[in-house]
């Protein structure tokens, strides 16, 4: 099977391109002598985290007890489930223990941490613990500084239902930092900020055996993570144009696109319109503030390379509208109907998420292989 | 089972609404003397499309062949394809109307017409074809007074593999109007584009039965579709907080929203986090160019009345950052770790994709049932 043969839109993953992305992030990450735990969130595949982990530990992180429970289907067991957890998802992370998966979860108060305990007691059960930190002020976590940290760390070290693992945050601010320079920077900020909260800990007399970071930018450059024993990132599998905005991979390393046809022209507007609308690449334009506004994606011929300057410039639930990105004449001839194109996604998370298989070449058009993956929760 | 025991996020559908919101349509419609073809492709659920049509002629519109296969599975045989078709979903269509389903496609210019009665030739197929005009700029479509509508109509009629069964067009552009005046004279605009092509048609001596036009803005302030034979429209069936800001609706007929579940507080910045990101949202923010921006939602009670002037500020894939619309301060002590919200969305057609069911409310938070939807192609 050829890319050409197949019903459009769908998404298209080049398995060259995502061996040499997980490639260069084991062997920095190994380099900088820290574990790696692949965030499954933006593959949500067995197949790709199996390559991801490369026969190392498999060890994951999740974002939904969803990703948790197909993963736990296919053997692996240790999971960090890394979003806030809420007294109505207890139940499930009790299940998915019972079965034998190392499901642990974090928090970043003390209320939570009391509801964790005291589910934990009533289910006669020991829940892994991590508690989130705000090393950049992006969304949840306790500040480095804050008496709540402690607080936390005893109330979950002292009862006997939860088990002190260790600190956790994410970066994710580093996604808006336009240098190389200011992601070193924030990688920095990102580490200061657990070793800091793994020395208040230990000075408190509590564990913290797990001192978790992580973001793909980050992870990136990171330099120097002394303190740290883990690294969490997930976007790097695929990279998308939003990373490459901000130069931590390139154009040319992003594996992920969908593949479009022709369906028409307006000509007096320079218009291809293709039957890949914003259901098919998602409704993320990350890389509107950023430098280079790449529209609904950046436009490539059938063997995935960038043509003719031209983006995806807007999007309907089933159409995409293809001009040129400075406005400039278009040769539509060069388009008739039929032609297939791949488009590079601003954001590979969002886009990924709305199709239900991966068809994965090796840098050409041939169809390897078919590798399914899930959605929802 | 109660809203407040389900595992969150997740989406709930208000059958009360929905029932008003459908009766309401089809009322309009009835009185202007035009047919009703539900676009199925916000909902995508058999359950909602047959509460649509409401025991009438079940004749729907698609936007994909996976809607066309899905309610074909449900008996469902009278399908508009509504969006330009390629030549590699040929195949498609005709092993579906070889099963029974009388798949009709549309196209906008000539190629393609000459490509889809080439293959219906060697198929051994009469594809039922409509002209798909362009009734305002805003996408696919020839223009009302364009030779080529002429030219389409003769290879459609003239060939024996093709049947020209009408025009159709979208006004898609009504989505902008901010006024009821403005969309009033956009279903006029809409409306005389058709009629002058069938028109045309007529006077060239080709048959053009069918006059279709559609959107859910046109079609709910249409006040005379004298000439046109049916209404396409899909939105209208949950409303949403685009819908609302351009007096299409208002935030009380919004049928459709998100289960969210508070995770924890920024108290510094007045924020709620919960756990309903964009993954749970979609990355739409359709309301951003409106007059009244709403974020990525406007935050209702369990019971699903907005409150407090929150709306969802910000969004990370599983987190959900709300606060108060005017930066205004915030009793962060009236939602504590695990209070249900929901989140009416901007787009219901997005947010919809995001999820794999509906959790079915009557106007309460007993949920009555639970159905299905699907997503991808």
């Not at 391109?17 to 595949?45: F, I, Q, W, Y």
């Amino acid at each position: 099977m050829d890319l050409r043969e197949l019903e459009t839109p769908c998404l298209v993953l080049d398995s060259t391109k995502l061996a040499r992305n997980l490639g260069r992030m084991r062997g920095h990450l190994s380099e900088l002598g820290v574990a790696l735990r692949p965030h499954v969130k933006t593959a949500k595949s067995i197949e790709v985290a199996q390559l991801a982990l490369a026969g190392g530990p498999a060890a994951i992180t999740v974002s939904t007890l969803k990703e948790a429970e197909q993963f736990f289907a296919h053997g692996i067991t240790d999971i960090l489930y890394a979003v806030g957890i809420t007294p109505n998802k207890l139940d499930h992370v009790a299940d998915l223990r019972r079965r034998g998966a190392d499901v642990a979860i974090i928090l970043d108060n003390v209320e939570s941490a009391q509801r964790v305990a005291a589910h934990g007691a009533a289910q006669g059960m020991r829940y892994p613990v991590l508690i989130e930190i705000d090393s950049d002020g992006h969304r949840s976590g306790v500040k480095p500084e804050s008496p709540a940290l402690i607080e936390i760390g005893r109330v979950l070290h002292e009862s006997g239902a939860t088990e002190l693992r260790g600190v956790m945050t994410h970066a994710g601010d580093s996604y808006n930092c336009d240098t190389v320079a200011k992601i070193r920077a924030m990688a920095r900020q990102e580490r200061d900020a657990v070793v800091r909260c793994a020395q208040r800990l230990a000075a408190a007399g509590l564990p913290c055996p797990v001192v978790s970071v992580g973001s793909t930018p980050t992870a990136t450059y990171a330099d120097d993570l002394t303190g740290v024993t883990e690294v969490r990132a997930g976007v790097y599998m695929f990279f998308d144009l939003v990373m490459a905005g901000i130069s931590v991979c390139t154009v040319d390393d992003i594996a992920l696109s969908v593949l479009a046809t022709v369906l028409g022209h307006q000509a007096d507007k320079g218009w291809i319109i293709t039957d890949a609308g914003w259901m098919a690449m998602s409704r993320d334009r990350g890389t509107a503030g950023q430098k280079v506004d790449q529209g609904y994606g950046v436009v490539c011929d059938v063997a995935g390379h960038p043509v003719d300057g031209l983006i995806m410039v807007a999007a309907n639930q089933e159409h995409g509208i293809i001009a040129c990105r400075d406005g400039g004449a278009l040769d539509l001839a060069r388009y008739p109907v039929g032609t297939p194109l791949r488009i590079l996604p601003n954001h590979a998370c969002a886009t990924g998420a709305q199709h239900d298989r991966y068809h994965v070449v090796a840098g050409g058009t041939a169809v390897e292989a078919v590798w399914p993956r899930f959605s929802g929760w």
